[in-house]
């Protein structure tokens, strides 16, 4: 089952907690695994030595946690540090995700498929993070990794999640789950944004941000050549692809899951918000607008998009977006759910281990409620 931990000292001191709780499936699994081996072919690499620099350089804190992190797995702090640069090196790392975004003023919400390593299942865990002198959040962590590049709420009220983009023109620069894990210090969303614009970076992640007391969504794509926020103006969708005009034609590997999950999103917001509009409608001499355009025709009367519905489909069974298959193409099942509702006084959020089952965890910003 999903754990709860709680996080708290020195940046080292945090890091060396978290390395703890994920030392067994570190030693057991990780260090065996072919994700593992094919990320320390780099070990030794200018470019990982450049990126390690520039962390030591320019998140000194994030590089005192990466160290305790190692200390706490007892493995090597270079080894560590190559894993949490992993996407930057190797563009198949198991790591994927969908995400609904639904705008909706004053309460935006996403919902979030977070999509890793089967390997790691029963070993994750909600960590409650309280850093001496620093922030404090709640995220979803993986063994061996940073908080930050899953699904996160602060207690300044930024809430993030974070879908893998498989970039294949990767630069000298700062690996993208330090960035992200850079971005829980920060206190809203145009300070992050600035931050990554701001940075040099290495690989690439897509985020979907919001705020506590503000209405907008955004949805965000990075790569080494530059960085694309938008905010969102209709229901939408994103699997781990990037699909901004701005960056989409950068050169990444698209998956056929990520491809199909983008493909059945895209299709279930159709017909939902589609279904709502002429639930909604009186006047039979009106057209209702189809597709996309019915997503851009402003906000939809009658029933609601479920996005829980949408990221529990499997209506393909061979590329389907909820991924609990042994044999799933990219190697990755979906760990968790995350429904974040982002409120005018609160960030309220749920988190689910499997669909149609009450949630396993319900948060008010980054504290875990009483169920």
């Known amino acids: 089952m999903l754990s709860r931990i709680e996080l708290t000292g020195t ?3 945090v890091g060396h907690s978290l390395g703890k709780f994920g030392a067994t499936v570190a030693h057991s699994y990780l260090v065996s695994s072919a994700p593992w081996q094919s990320v320390m072919a780099w070990k030794g690499r200018s470019a990982a030595q450049a990126m390690v620099s520039l962390i030591q350089q320019r998140f000194s804190r994030i590089w005192e946690e990466l160290g305790g992190l190692a200390a706490g797995l007892e493995l090597p702090v270079e080894e560590v540090a190559l894993w949490n640069c992993r996407g930057d090196v190797w563009a198949m790392a198991p790591d994927g995700c969908t995400t609904v975004q639904l705008p909706s003023a004053p309460s935006p919400r996403m919902t979030h498929n977070e999509d890793g390593d089967p390997g790691f299942a029963g070993f994750c865990a909600i ?19 940073l908080p930050g590049h899953t699904f996160a709420v602060t207690e300044a009220g930024l809430a993030m999640t974070v879908n893998n983009l498989r970039s294949r023109d990767v630069a000298v620069g700062v690996p993208r789950m330090i960035l992200t894990r850079a971005l829980l210090d920060q206190p809203g969303v145009p300070a992050a944004l600035d931050l990554l614009r701001q940075t040099p970076r290495a690989g690439g992640f897509h985020l979907t941000l919001a705020q506590r007391g503000h209405a907008d969504l955004w949805s965000v794509e990075f790569n080494a050549a530059g960085v694309s926020a938008k905010r969102i103006q209709a229901p939408a969708l994103h699997a781990n692809h990037a699909i901004h005009a701005d960056l989409r034609d950068f050169p990444q590997i698209i998956t056929e899951s990520s491809r199909c999950r983008q493909m059945r999103g895209d299709a279930m917001l159709d017909e ?26 402003g906000p939809a009367k009658g029933p609601a998009v479920d996005p829980l519905a949408i990221l529990a489909d499997q209506q393909n069974a061979e590329f389907p977006i909820y991924r609990n298959a042994p044999n799933d193409s990219d190697a990755e099942n979906t760990m968790a759910t995350a429904d974040i509702r982002v409120e005018n006084e609160a960030v309220r959020w749920d988190v689910y281990e499997r669909p149609g089952e009450p949630p396993r965890f319900r948060l008010r910003d980054a504290r875990v409620c009483a169920m």
């Open 272 to 297: 939902a918000v589609r279904g709502a509009s002429m639930a909604g409608s009186h006047d039979g001499e009106n057209r209702e607008p189809r597709g996309r355009d019915a997503r851009k025709a």
């Open 127 to 145: 960590a409650e993070v309280a850093i001496d002198q620093g922030s404090r959040f709640a995220s979803f962590v993986y063994p061996a990794s």
């Open 11 to 13: 940046p080292f001191e």
